[in-house]
C-alpha cells in the first residue's frame, strides 16, 4: 500500500493568509491536532495546534511560517514511512507530495493505525517477517525460493530504504500461520530477522512478537 492510496480528502489546507483562528477552528471540526499550509499548490509545512494557541487568533499563517515544521512522504512511498514519521514526529496528519513539492493531501493518524491493522494481518491468516539488509544483498528470487522449501509462498512483498542507516528494510507476508520454519530457514541463510509474527505455538510468543513488531515501527 502506498502513501497516496491513504490520502484522506477531508483534512483541510490552510493558506497564507489564513489566521490562527480559523486553523484552530478546523483542527477542531476534523480532530487533528495538525494542519498543512500550502501556497497556491506548493506545500510549505505543518503547523501545529500548540504553536497556534502561543499565538493570537487573528495572526496569519504568513505571519507564522517559523512554527511551520516540514514533515511528509511521497505519494509512491510505502505507507509504514507515514506511519514511521506520524510516531516519531507525533503528528496527527501526515502530509504526501509530489516530486515537485505540491502537496497532494494528507493521511491521518486514524487510517494509517487502520491500515496498519490491516498490513499486520489481526483479521488474517498468514504471517509477517521483517528483514533488514544491505541493498546489494536484496534477491526477491533467493527470498522466494527460501520460503517456498518451507511448503509456503510469499503473498506480499514490500521494502523500503532508510536513509539515515542505507539499510533496506524487507517486510514479506506468507500464506502460512506457523513460521518459525521459515524465519530458522533465513537465519540459517544469514539473514538478519528484526521481527516476525505468525501464529506460534505458544500464545505469550505471539504476543510478544507482535509488540516488537509495533517497537520496530515506533508504534
Do not use: W
Not at 517477517?129 to 546489494?136: A, G, L, N, R, W
Not at 522449501?149 to 503473498?155: C, F, G
Amino acid at each position: 500500500m502506498f502513501a497516496g492510496e491513504l490520502i484522506s480528502r477531508n483534512i483541510p489546507f490552510l493558506h497564507l493568509d489564513d489566521n490562527a483562528g480559523k486553523a484552530l477552528q478546523e483542527m477542531n471540526d476534523f480532530h487533528v491536532s495538525h494542519l498543512p499550509v500550502v501556497e497556491e499548490d506548493k506545500y510549505l509545512g505543518l503547523v501545529s495546534e500548540d504553536d497556534l494557541l502561543d499565538n493570537d487568533e487573528k495572526r496569519t499563517m504568513q505571519s507564522l511560517r517559523a512554527y511551520f515544521t516540514t514533515p511528509f512522504v511521497r505519494e509512491n512511498d510505502f505507507f509504514l514511512l507515514a506511519v514511521k514519521r506520524a510516531k516519531d514526529l507525533h503528528i496527527s496528519v501526515v502530509p504526501v507530495i509530489t516530486e515537485q513539492y505540491e502537496l497532494l493531501g494528507a493521511i491521518g493518524e486514524d487510517d494509517l493505525f487502520r491500515q496498519l491493522a490491516v498490513f499486520a494481518g489481526i483479521e488474517e491468516q498468514g504471517g509477517i517477517i521483517i528483514i533488514e539488509m544491505e541493498k546489494s544483498d536484496f534477491s526477491i528470487g533467493e527470498l522466494n525460493r527460501l520460503v517456498e522449501s518451507n511448503d509456503a509462498y510469499i503473498t506480499q512483498l514490500n521494502s523500503f530504504l532508510d536513509t539515515a542507516s542505507q539499510l533496506l528494510t524487507i517486510t514479506i507476508r506468507v500464506n502460512k500461520a506457523e513460521i518459525s520454519d521459515i524465519v530458522a530457514t533465513l537465519q540459517r541463510h544469514e539473514y538478519n530477522i528484526k521481527y516476525y509474527y505468525g501464529e506460534e505455538l505458544y500464545q505469550n510468543e505471539l504476543q510478544s512478537n507482535f509488540f516488537h513488531l509495533m517497537n520496530y515501527l515506533n508504534i
